[in-house]
């Protein structure tokens, strides 16, 4: 669960390292983790 909520947010590079970068910046410019945000 914590991989799925870093990986939508923008943020798994903190956790796994600069290998996520890329897939971090992906994902803030697709702009998921306003669409996240709200689902709890």
Do not use: K, P, W, Y
Not at 6 to 35: K, P, Q, W, Y
């Amino acid at each position: 669960m914590e991989f799925s909520r870093r990986l939508s947010s923008g943020t798994l590079a903190e956790t796994v390292g600069e290998a996520a970068m890329e897939i971090d910046v992906f994902m803030r410019t697709v702009g998921l983790r306003g669409a996240t945000s709200g689902a709890r």
